[in-house]
Protein backbone atom coordinates (compact mmCIF):
# COMPACT_ATOMS: atom_id res chain seq x y z
CA UNK A 1 0.00 0.00 0.00
CA UNK A 2 2.63 2.18 1.00
CA UNK A 3 4.82 1.40 -1.84
CA UNK A 4 1.72 2.53 -4.44
CA UNK A 5 0.70 5.53 -2.72
CA UNK A 6 4.52 6.53 -2.94
CA UNK A 7 4.59 5.79 -7.07
CA UNK A 8 1.71 8.09 -7.22
CA UNK A 9 2.91 10.85 -5.08
CA UNK A 10 6.51 10.66 -6.57
CA UNK A 11 6.26 9.19 -9.89
CA UNK A 12 6.00 12.24 -11.42
CA UNK A 13 9.03 14.01 -9.51
CA UNK A 14 11.82 11.90 -9.84
CA UNK A 15 13.46 11.96 -13.31
CA UNK A 16 16.31 9.52 -12.63
CA UNK A 17 17.01 6.42 -11.06
CA UNK A 18 13.14 6.34 -10.06
CA UNK A 19 13.63 3.08 -8.79
CA UNK A 20 16.20 3.51 -6.30
CA UNK A 21 14.67 6.28 -5.16
CA UNK A 22 11.36 4.81 -4.46
CA UNK A 23 12.93 1.92 -2.34
CA UNK A 24 14.81 4.41 -0.28
CA UNK A 25 11.77 6.29 0.00
CA UNK A 26 10.07 2.94 1.06
CA UNK A 27 12.73 2.74 3.85
CA UNK A 28 12.17 6.09 4.95
CA UNK A 29 8.47 5.45 5.11
CA UNK A 30 8.79 2.50 7.29
CA UNK A 31 11.10 4.26 9.13
CA UNK A 32 9.17 7.21 9.83
CA UNK A 33 5.77 5.14 10.34
CA UNK A 34 7.59 3.63 13.41
CA UNK A 35 7.65 0.07 11.03
CA UNK A 36 10.80 -2.07 10.81
CA UNK A 37 14.15 -0.19 9.44
CA UNK A 38 15.38 -3.70 8.19
CA UNK A 39 17.36 -3.34 4.69
CA UNK A 40 18.66 0.34 5.45
CA UNK A 41 22.13 -1.14 5.37
CA UNK A 42 22.43 -3.43 2.64
CA UNK A 43 21.08 0.03 0.99
CA UNK A 44 23.93 1.88 0.98
CA UNK A 45 24.51 2.56 -2.80
CA UNK A 46 21.03 3.17 -3.43
CA UNK A 47 21.35 5.79 -0.96
CA UNK A 48 24.04 7.42 -1.57
CA UNK A 49 22.63 8.04 -5.40
CA UNK A 50 19.30 8.98 -4.23
CA UNK A 51 20.85 11.75 -1.99
CA UNK A 52 23.01 12.87 -4.71
CA UNK A 53 20.32 13.27 -6.95
CA UNK A 54 18.90 15.00 -3.95
CA UNK A 55 21.79 17.64 -3.84
CA UNK A 56 21.32 17.77 -7.71
CA UNK A 57 17.67 18.88 -7.41
CA UNK A 58 18.95 20.82 -4.02
CA UNK A 59 22.07 22.65 -5.88
CA UNK A 60 19.38 23.96 -8.80
CA UNK A 61 17.70 25.52 -6.48
CA UNK A 62 20.35 27.67 -4.34
CA UNK A 63 21.81 28.39 -8.01
CA UNK A 64 18.62 29.63 -8.62
CA UNK A 65 18.01 32.18 -5.81
CA UNK A 66 21.70 32.55 -5.46
CA UNK A 67 21.01 36.49 -5.05
CA UNK A 68 18.01 36.23 -3.14
CA UNK A 69 19.41 34.03 -0.54
CA UNK A 70 23.10 35.74 -0.53
CA UNK A 71 21.22 39.10 0.12
CA UNK A 72 19.11 37.56 2.83
CA UNK A 73 21.69 35.89 4.65
CA UNK A 74 23.81 39.05 4.39
CA UNK A 75 21.31 40.35 6.19
CA UNK A 76 21.16 37.86 8.71
CA UNK A 77 24.51 38.33 9.40
CA UNK A 78 24.77 42.16 10.23
CA UNK A 79 21.41 41.65 11.90
CA UNK A 80 23.32 39.03 14.13
CA UNK A 81 26.48 41.61 13.95
CA UNK A 82 28.72 39.06 12.85
CA UNK A 83 31.95 40.38 11.35
CA UNK A 84 31.57 43.80 12.46
CA UNK A 85 35.77 44.21 11.51
CA UNK A 86 34.73 44.28 8.59
CA UNK A 87 32.61 46.75 6.08
CA UNK A 88 29.33 45.84 4.49
CA UNK A 89 30.63 45.58 1.08
CA UNK A 90 33.48 43.40 2.45
CA UNK A 91 30.51 41.32 3.97
CA UNK A 92 29.66 41.06 0.68
CA UNK A 93 32.26 40.54 -1.22
CA UNK A 94 32.91 37.60 0.82
CA UNK A 95 29.65 36.63 1.34
CA UNK A 96 29.39 35.96 -2.27
CA UNK A 97 32.36 33.95 -2.73
CA UNK A 98 31.70 31.94 0.37
CA UNK A 99 27.80 31.18 -1.19
CA UNK A 100 29.23 29.94 -4.29
CA UNK A 101 31.67 27.59 -2.60
CA UNK A 102 29.32 26.47 -0.26
CA UNK A 103 27.30 25.32 -3.58
CA UNK A 104 30.27 24.23 -5.33
CA UNK A 105 31.07 21.75 -2.04
CA UNK A 106 27.46 20.54 -2.01
CA UNK A 107 27.11 19.83 -5.58
CA UNK A 108 30.51 18.22 -5.88
CA UNK A 109 30.42 16.74 -2.34
CA UNK A 110 34.47 17.39 -2.36
CA UNK A 111 35.49 19.46 0.42
CA UNK A 112 39.15 20.31 -0.61
CA UNK A 113 38.37 22.82 -2.54
CA UNK A 114 36.60 24.48 -0.01
CA UNK A 115 38.85 23.79 2.68
CA UNK A 116 41.39 25.68 0.45
CA UNK A 117 39.39 28.45 0.38
CA UNK A 118 38.26 28.64 4.40
CA UNK A 119 42.37 28.71 4.46
CA UNK A 120 42.71 30.93 2.12
CA UNK A 121 39.78 33.15 3.97
CA UNK A 122 41.20 32.66 7.01
CA UNK A 123 44.54 34.09 6.13
CA UNK A 124 42.82 37.20 4.91
CA UNK A 125 40.48 38.08 7.76
CA UNK A 126 42.30 37.10 10.97
CA UNK A 127 44.83 39.93 10.74
CA UNK A 128 41.67 41.60 10.97
CA UNK A 129 40.61 40.28 14.21
CA UNK A 130 37.54 38.21 13.11
CA UNK A 131 36.91 35.78 16.01
CA UNK A 132 36.09 32.08 15.70
CA UNK A 133 32.81 32.31 16.94
CA UNK A 134 31.67 34.72 14.24
CA UNK A 135 33.12 32.76 11.68
CA UNK A 136 31.42 29.44 12.87
CA UNK A 137 28.32 31.83 13.08
CA UNK A 138 28.53 33.02 9.38
CA UNK A 139 28.73 29.90 8.30
CA UNK A 140 25.46 28.30 10.68
CA UNK A 141 23.50 31.29 9.69
CA UNK A 142 24.01 30.17 5.37
CA UNK A 143 22.79 26.80 7.10
CA UNK A 144 20.07 27.86 8.50
CA UNK A 145 19.07 30.90 5.48
CA UNK A 146 19.40 28.19 3.39
CA UNK A 147 17.52 25.18 5.09
CA UNK A 148 14.32 28.13 5.68
CA UNK A 149 14.53 28.43 1.90
CA UNK A 150 14.13 24.72 1.69
CA UNK A 151 11.05 24.47 3.62
CA UNK A 152 9.27 27.71 1.81
CA UNK A 153 9.68 25.51 -1.35
CA UNK A 154 8.88 22.15 -0.16
CA UNK A 155 6.38 23.84 2.51
CA UNK A 156 3.67 21.79 1.05
CA UNK A 157 5.40 18.47 0.37
CA UNK A 158 6.55 17.83 3.84
CA UNK A 159 8.08 14.26 2.92
CA UNK A 160 10.01 15.81 -0.18
CA UNK A 161 11.22 18.39 2.50
CA UNK A 162 12.19 15.42 4.34
CA UNK A 163 13.90 13.73 2.16
CA UNK A 164 15.57 16.68 0.63
CA UNK A 165 16.45 17.83 4.52
CA UNK A 166 18.41 14.03 4.98
CA UNK A 167 20.40 14.47 2.10
CA UNK A 168 20.86 18.66 3.15
CA UNK A 169 22.02 18.50 6.27
CA UNK A 170 24.88 15.96 6.78
CA UNK A 171 26.64 17.63 3.97
CA UNK A 172 25.70 21.45 5.39
CA UNK A 173 27.39 20.25 8.69
CA UNK A 174 30.60 18.91 7.01
CA UNK A 175 30.24 21.89 5.38
CA UNK A 176 30.03 23.89 8.39
CA UNK A 177 32.65 21.40 9.99
CA UNK A 178 35.08 21.93 7.13
CA UNK A 179 35.05 25.63 7.43
CA UNK A 180 35.81 26.25 11.30
CA UNK A 181 38.30 23.55 11.46
CA UNK A 182 39.96 24.88 8.83
CA UNK A 183 39.45 28.70 10.70
CA UNK A 184 41.15 27.28 13.92
CA UNK A 185 44.26 25.78 11.88
CA UNK A 186 45.03 28.60 10.31
CA UNK A 187 44.78 30.65 13.43
CA UNK A 188 46.84 27.73 15.38
CA UNK A 189 49.10 28.09 12.78
CA UNK A 190 49.61 32.16 12.80
CA UNK A 191 50.17 31.34 17.01
CA UNK A 192 52.77 28.54 16.12
CA UNK A 193 54.61 30.92 13.97
CA UNK A 194 54.90 33.63 16.59
CA UNK A 195 55.43 31.70 19.25
CA UNK A 196 58.49 30.31 17.08
CA UNK A 197 59.60 33.74 16.38
CA UNK A 198 59.17 34.83 19.95
CA UNK A 199 61.44 31.97 20.77
CA UNK A 200 64.02 32.66 18.86
CA UNK A 201 63.90 36.45 19.74
CA UNK A 202 63.77 36.00 23.19
CA UNK A 203 67.34 34.07 23.46
CA UNK A 204 70.13 35.88 21.86
CA UNK A 205 73.68 34.72 22.67
CA UNK A 206 75.83 37.80 21.85
CA UNK A 207 79.53 38.35 21.51
CA UNK A 208 80.47 41.68 22.33
CA UNK A 209 84.23 41.65 22.85
CA UNK A 210 86.58 38.33 22.29
CA UNK A 211 85.75 35.36 24.54
CA UNK A 212 82.95 37.23 26.03
CA UNK A 213 78.96 36.50 25.74
CA UNK A 214 76.15 38.25 27.07
CA UNK A 215 72.97 36.64 27.31
CA UNK A 216 69.98 39.56 27.88
CA UNK A 217 67.41 37.54 29.25
CA UNK A 218 63.91 39.30 29.28
CA UNK A 219 60.26 38.34 30.22
CA UNK A 220 58.81 35.40 31.74
CA UNK A 221 61.09 31.98 31.80
CA UNK A 222 59.25 28.66 31.75
CA UNK A 223 60.81 25.30 32.03
CA UNK A 224 60.58 25.02 28.54
CA UNK A 225 62.42 28.68 27.45
CA UNK A 226 65.08 27.81 30.45
CA UNK A 227 65.75 24.61 28.46
CA UNK A 228 66.27 26.27 24.98
CA UNK A 229 68.34 28.73 26.93
CA UNK A 230 70.68 26.83 28.44
CA UNK A 231 71.12 24.82 25.27
CA UNK A 232 71.97 27.86 23.31
CA UNK A 233 74.08 29.28 25.64
CA UNK A 234 76.56 25.91 25.99
CA UNK A 235 76.42 25.78 22.08
CA UNK A 236 77.12 29.55 22.22
CA UNK A 237 80.36 28.99 24.51
CA UNK A 238 81.78 26.02 22.18
CA UNK A 239 81.19 28.26 18.84
CA UNK A 240 82.59 31.48 20.30
CA UNK A 241 85.31 29.62 22.21
CA UNK A 242 83.80 32.09 25.04
CA UNK A 243 86.11 32.21 28.29
CA UNK A 244 83.34 34.51 30.42
CA UNK A 245 79.27 34.83 30.39
CA UNK A 246 77.45 37.34 31.04
CA UNK A 247 74.13 36.64 32.14
CA UNK A 248 71.45 39.18 32.57
CA UNK A 249 68.44 38.88 33.94
CA UNK A 250 67.11 42.66 34.93
CA UNK A 251 64.31 41.95 32.48
CA UNK A 252 62.81 39.09 34.58
CA UNK A 253 60.57 39.91 37.77
CA UNK A 254 60.20 36.45 39.38
CA UNK A 255 61.77 33.00 38.69
CA UNK A 256 59.98 29.93 40.39
CA UNK A 257 62.59 27.15 41.89
CA UNK A 258 62.29 24.73 39.32
CA UNK A 259 63.74 27.75 36.74
CA UNK A 260 65.79 29.10 39.44
CA UNK A 261 67.24 25.47 39.88
CA UNK A 262 68.31 25.80 36.14
CA UNK A 263 69.94 29.30 36.10
CA UNK A 264 72.53 27.16 38.95
CA UNK A 265 72.58 24.60 36.85
CA UNK A 266 73.55 26.34 34.05
CA UNK A 267 76.63 27.79 35.45
CA UNK A 268 77.71 24.72 36.44
CA UNK A 269 77.42 23.42 32.96
CA UNK A 270 79.52 26.47 31.46
CA UNK A 271 81.96 25.81 33.98
CA UNK A 272 82.56 22.27 32.68
CA UNK A 273 82.62 24.13 29.67
CA UNK A 274 85.94 26.19 30.78
CA UNK A 275 83.73 29.55 30.70
CA UNK A 276 83.07 31.61 33.73
CA UNK A 277 79.47 33.24 34.27
CA UNK A 278 78.76 36.08 35.35
CA UNK A 279 74.85 36.93 36.55
CA UNK A 280 73.78 40.53 36.71
CA UNK A 281 70.75 42.36 37.16
CA UNK A 282 69.29 39.84 39.72
CA UNK A 283 65.76 41.56 41.65
CA UNK A 284 65.12 40.73 45.01
CA UNK A 285 62.59 38.26 44.71
CA UNK A 286 64.69 36.70 42.85
CA UNK A 287 67.63 36.76 45.47
CA UNK A 288 64.96 35.34 47.58
CA UNK A 289 64.19 32.35 45.51
CA UNK A 290 67.68 31.69 45.44
CA UNK A 291 68.88 32.08 48.91
CA UNK A 292 65.64 29.59 49.32
CA UNK A 293 66.99 26.97 47.18
CA UNK A 294 70.03 27.15 49.10
CA UNK A 295 72.47 28.22 46.37
CA UNK A 296 76.13 27.47 46.91
CA UNK A 297 76.88 31.16 46.65
CA UNK A 298 80.64 30.16 45.75
CA UNK A 299 79.73 28.77 42.66
CA UNK A 300 77.55 31.72 41.66
CA UNK A 301 79.47 35.14 40.61
CA UNK A 302 76.90 37.70 40.64
CA UNK A 303 76.98 41.57 40.02
CA UNK A 304 74.22 44.03 40.77
CA UNK A 305 74.09 45.65 36.90
CA UNK A 306 74.95 44.43 33.32
CA UNK A 307 77.79 47.68 33.12
CA UNK A 308 79.07 46.04 36.35
CA UNK A 309 79.31 42.58 35.12
CA UNK A 310 80.97 43.51 32.16
CA UNK A 311 83.37 45.63 33.85
CA UNK A 312 83.81 42.41 35.83
CA UNK A 313 84.37 40.18 32.92
CA UNK A 314 87.14 42.52 31.11
CA UNK A 315 89.01 42.27 34.14
CA UNK A 316 88.90 38.24 33.81
CA UNK A 317 89.92 38.77 30.66
CA UNK A 318 92.26 40.94 30.76
CA UNK A 319 90.97 43.96 28.64
CA UNK A 320 91.75 47.45 29.99
CA UNK A 321 89.03 50.16 29.27
CA UNK A 322 90.93 53.71 28.79
CA UNK A 323 89.83 57.05 27.68
CA UNK A 324 91.81 58.14 24.55
CA UNK A 325 91.22 61.74 24.91
CA UNK A 326 88.68 63.88 26.39
CA UNK A 327 85.83 63.55 24.59
CA UNK A 328 84.91 66.66 22.91
CA UNK B 1 90.81 -0.52 24.76
CA UNK B 2 93.59 1.48 26.22
CA UNK B 3 94.04 5.49 26.12
CA UNK B 4 97.46 6.39 24.94
CA UNK B 5 99.20 9.18 27.18
CA UNK B 6 100.96 11.58 25.20
CA UNK B 7 104.04 13.82 26.88
CA UNK B 8 103.93 17.15 25.68
CA UNK B 9 106.79 19.09 27.74
CA UNK B 10 105.90 19.57 30.74
CA UNK B 11 102.21 17.98 30.46
CA UNK B 12 100.76 14.58 30.13
CA UNK B 13 97.88 14.66 27.94
CA UNK B 14 95.54 11.76 27.43
CA UNK B 15 92.75 11.57 25.41
CA UNK B 16 89.64 9.24 25.76
CA UNK B 17 88.18 7.77 23.22
CA UNK B 18 84.35 7.07 22.77
CA UNK B 19 83.84 4.11 24.39
CA UNK B 20 85.33 3.47 26.90
CA UNK B 21 84.95 0.35 29.49
CA UNK B 22 85.24 0.84 33.55
CA UNK B 23 88.49 -0.95 33.19
CA UNK B 24 90.20 0.82 30.69
CA UNK B 25 89.24 4.06 32.89
CA UNK B 26 90.73 2.17 35.95
CA UNK B 27 93.82 1.09 33.78
CA UNK B 28 93.79 5.17 32.66
CA UNK B 29 94.17 6.17 36.35
CA UNK B 30 96.85 3.98 37.64
CA UNK B 31 98.97 4.74 34.16
CA UNK B 32 98.67 8.60 34.27
CA UNK B 33 99.52 8.80 38.52
CA UNK B 34 102.31 6.38 37.93
CA UNK B 35 103.61 8.58 34.96
CA UNK B 36 102.99 12.18 36.71
CA UNK B 37 106.22 11.31 38.87
CA UNK B 38 107.80 9.47 36.48
CA UNK B 39 108.09 12.56 33.90
CA UNK B 40 108.42 15.11 36.32
CA UNK B 41 105.05 16.33 34.16
CA UNK B 42 103.50 19.72 36.17
CA UNK B 43 100.41 18.97 34.46
CA UNK B 44 97.79 16.53 33.14
CA UNK B 45 95.11 17.43 30.55
CA UNK B 46 92.30 14.83 29.84
CA UNK B 47 91.16 15.52 26.90
CA UNK B 48 86.58 13.99 26.78
CA UNK B 49 85.80 15.62 23.34
CA UNK B 50 85.33 12.14 22.00
CA UNK B 51 83.11 11.41 24.63
CA UNK B 52 79.07 11.37 24.14
CA UNK B 53 77.77 10.33 27.38
CA UNK B 54 79.34 10.50 30.65
CA UNK B 55 78.30 8.03 33.49
CA UNK B 56 78.91 8.22 36.95
CA UNK B 57 81.99 6.06 37.31
CA UNK B 58 83.69 7.71 34.42
CA UNK B 59 82.85 11.72 35.71
CA UNK B 60 84.00 9.97 39.44
CA UNK B 61 87.41 8.04 37.85
CA UNK B 62 87.77 11.94 36.46
CA UNK B 63 87.29 13.41 40.09
CA UNK B 64 89.58 10.83 41.84
CA UNK B 65 92.37 11.34 38.92
CA UNK B 66 91.98 15.28 39.76
CA UNK B 67 92.67 14.54 43.50
CA UNK B 68 95.29 11.73 42.79
CA UNK B 69 97.34 14.10 41.02
CA UNK B 70 97.02 16.86 43.15
CA UNK B 71 98.80 14.27 45.75
CA UNK B 72 101.44 13.64 43.32
CA UNK B 73 102.15 17.34 43.29
CA UNK B 74 100.76 18.07 39.39
CA UNK B 75 97.74 19.70 38.69
CA UNK B 76 94.56 18.38 35.89
CA UNK B 77 92.22 19.68 33.16
CA UNK B 78 89.57 18.30 32.30
CA UNK B 79 89.06 19.39 28.20
CA UNK B 80 86.51 18.94 25.71
CA UNK B 81 82.76 18.14 27.47
CA UNK B 82 80.24 18.53 25.16
CA UNK B 83 77.56 20.82 26.06
CA UNK B 84 74.76 18.39 26.40
CA UNK B 85 76.90 16.04 28.30
CA UNK B 86 78.32 19.09 30.42
CA UNK B 87 74.21 20.00 31.40
CA UNK B 88 73.73 15.77 31.70
CA UNK B 89 76.21 15.56 33.98
CA UNK B 90 75.04 18.71 35.97
CA UNK B 91 71.62 17.36 36.33
CA UNK B 92 73.15 14.32 37.88
CA UNK B 93 75.02 16.09 40.04
CA UNK B 94 78.30 15.38 38.64
CA UNK B 95 79.97 18.78 38.64
CA UNK B 96 83.42 17.64 38.88
CA UNK B 97 83.71 20.34 41.83
CA UNK B 98 87.78 21.20 42.14
CA UNK B 99 88.40 20.53 38.63
CA UNK B 100 89.68 22.99 36.27
CA UNK B 101 88.04 22.32 33.19
CA UNK B 102 88.40 24.03 29.72
CA UNK B 103 87.20 24.65 26.85
CA UNK B 104 89.44 22.61 24.58
CA UNK B 105 93.03 20.93 24.87
CA UNK B 106 94.64 24.64 23.28
CA UNK B 107 92.41 25.97 25.53
CA UNK B 108 93.73 23.94 28.31
CA UNK B 109 97.19 24.06 27.35
CA UNK B 110 96.82 28.03 27.27
CA UNK B 111 95.62 27.89 30.81
CA UNK B 112 98.35 25.93 31.84
CA UNK B 113 100.94 27.89 30.06
CA UNK B 114 99.61 30.76 31.78
CA UNK B 115 100.16 29.23 35.14
CA UNK B 116 103.53 28.16 34.77
CA UNK B 117 104.31 31.73 33.46
CA UNK B 118 103.27 32.99 36.36
CA UNK B 119 104.91 30.72 38.89
CA UNK B 120 108.60 30.95 37.46
Redesign the interface.
Known amino acids: MVLAILSSLWGGCVTAGTLTVQRKENTLMAKRDGGQVSGIASDDSGHNEASSELLRELVAHLRQNRTQLREEWVGRISETRLLTAMTKEEIFAEATSVYDSYVEALETETFEALQAYARNLSERIIPRGVETHEVVGIVLLLRDVLARSLFAKYQTDFKKLNRILDAYEPAANRIANTVAVGFVQERERVIRQQQEAIRELSTPVLQVRERLLILPIIGVIDPQRARQLTEQLLRGIRTNRAKVVVIDITGVAAMDVTVANHLVQTVEASRLLGATVIVTGLSPEIAQTLVTIGVDLGKMNTVGDLQGGIEQAERLLGYKVATLAEPS | MEVPILKQGEVLIATFQAALSDADLNQLRSGLVRQVVKFRSRAVIVDVTAMDVMDSFASRTLREIAQMIRLRGAETV??G?Q??V??A???LGL??EGVV???DLE??LNYLNKKFKNVN
Do not use: N, R
Open positions: IVIPEAFMVQTLTALEG
